[in-house]
């Protein structure tokens, strides 16, 4: 019940916080448009919530979800309530601000994917309709990621942001809840405390704790990199943990790949980048030769950074001339950093650069690494077998480009 708080704050942050940045920066002639805009997309949040609040206790009791599901009326009330949260972010599809590229990838996949969670339901696949409910909030903070903290404090009401810990199961529950309504300095104490207690039980931690431990880590970097850009925070956060004796040696060698990485950074400014082009040509497209550096992890660092940059940008940019380049490379970059098995909104990037895009010569690049990327998840050791909605897929694709 704890993690439905994740999506839910998600959905109702996304609504407030950028609304609050287009009332900000809207001229004045277009007040009235973006009053109208504003009230739209609350109704449909509000719609959201009381949906939402109907379908907690049938998800998230992860005991006994199994034996909670097996009635049908638990199974009606679960699939009317995420009909009426579909329904309302279909309706979201107006509302201007979710239009644009950075954001429009979430919301059609939060689309699809409770239509898909759905369909599961009826087919009483549950064990598959529980992980696709619960991978929501993976969504919810590539969302997020764009915004920053100070404008996410003014996004709650004052019942959202008292949220004490003792709500949660685990300091580690909570530090990712502070991370997904962006109260990040929060989060990094929580993610600390989570790295710490799992230390401290040296070799008798399980595989669940490590996976916390690096989780943790990975979270705090991005909040340095990605987020708030703060190389030497991040750091002086690793070193404290590279040489841990109970740190296993892979992750005490990526640590310290990590700092490496960071120092090369330390006298980069985003804010004065005069060019997102000569930004991309000078840390992105080296990098297309190197395809291995990307599968390795060993330009992680660059990604994380490049990601937050052209995140920005595009949002700030939306007709911005580059988009395509900047699209293809935050596919690039979510193929590589994204933390969730069932989908990844790299290939919504790069189906968006070449159907926004069809005439510019990138579309072709995005077409092309999304056609590698469908042969490369259809291949094995029998060959590749393609299935016939992709084989469509592709071919509309193909067919856009001009």
């Known amino acids: 019940m704890k993690k439905a708080l994740f999506f839910l704050m998600g959905l109702v942050l996304v609504t407030f916080t950028t609304l609050k940045a287009v009332e900000q920066t809207s001229l004045p002639e277009k007040n009235a448009d973006k009053a109208i805009d504003t009230a739209e997309a609350k109704a449909v949040m509000n719609n959201v919530y009381d949906s939402f609040v109907n379908i907690i206790p049938y998800v998230y009791a992860d005991k006994f979800a199994f034996e909670t599901l097996k009635s049908s009326s638990a199974q009606k009330t679960l699939i009317k309530n995420l009909t009426d949260i579909s329904n309302s972010f279909k309706e979201a599809r107006h509302v201007q601000y979710f239009q644009k590229p950075g954001f429009r990838p979430s919301l059609d996949t939060i689309n699809s994917h409770i239509d898909e969670t759905i369909v599961s339901i009826k087919s009483e696949n549950m064990t598959f309709a529980l992980s696709r409910l619960k991978a929501i909030t993976a969504l919810c903070v590539s969302c997020h990621s764009l915004l920053s903290e100070s404008a996410s404090k003014n996004a709650f009401g004052?019942?959202?942001?008292?949220?004490?810990?003792?709500?949660?199961?685990?300091?580690?529950?909570?530090?990712?809840?502070?991370?997904?309504?962006?109260?990040?300095?929060?989060?990094?104490?929580?993610?600390?405390?989570?790295?710490?207690?799992?230390?401290?039980?040296?070799?008798?931690?399980?595989?669940?704790?490590?996976?916390?431990?690096?989780?943790s880590l990975r979270r705090v970097l991005s909040i340095y990199t990605k987020i708030t850009f703060n190389p030497d925070a991040s750091v002086a956060f690793l070193k404290k943990y590279k040489d841990h004796q109970f740190l296993k040696p892979q992750l005490k060698m990526t640590i310290t790949q990590w700092i490496s990485s960071l120092d090369k950074w330390k006298k980069f400014d985003p804010h004065k980048i005069k060019s997102i082009h000569l930004f991309i040509t000078k840390y992105l497209a080296p990098l297309e030769a190197q395809k291995e550096k990307l599968l390795s992890g060993e330009s992680d660092i660059t990604l994380l950074i490049a990601s937050g940059v052209l995140s920005k940008y595009i949002n700030d940019n939306p007709l911005s001339p580059y988009g395509p380049e900047v699209l293809y490379w935050m596919a690039i970059a979510e193929r590589r950093l994204s933390n969730t098995y069932f989908f990844s909104l790299s290939d919504l990037y790069l189906k968006d650069c070449i159907t926004l895009y069809p005439k510019n010569p990138i579309a072709k690049k995005c077409y092309q690494e999304y056609e590698d990327n469908i042969t490369f998840g259809f291949s094995g050791s029998k060959g590749t077998d393609i299935p016939n909605e992709e084989k469509k897929e592709l071919d509309r694709l193909k067919s856009v480009l001009k």
């Open 158 to 215: 004052e019942a959202i942001n008292s949220e004490k810990r003792t709500r949660f199961e685990s300091d580690y529950a909570f530090a990712n809840y502070l991370f997904l309504v962006r109260r990040f300095s929060e989060a990094t104490v929580y993610f600390d405390k989570t790295i710490r207690h799992h230390l401290e039980l040296g070799q008798n931690t399980d595989l669940q704790n490590e996976q916390e431990i690096q989780s």
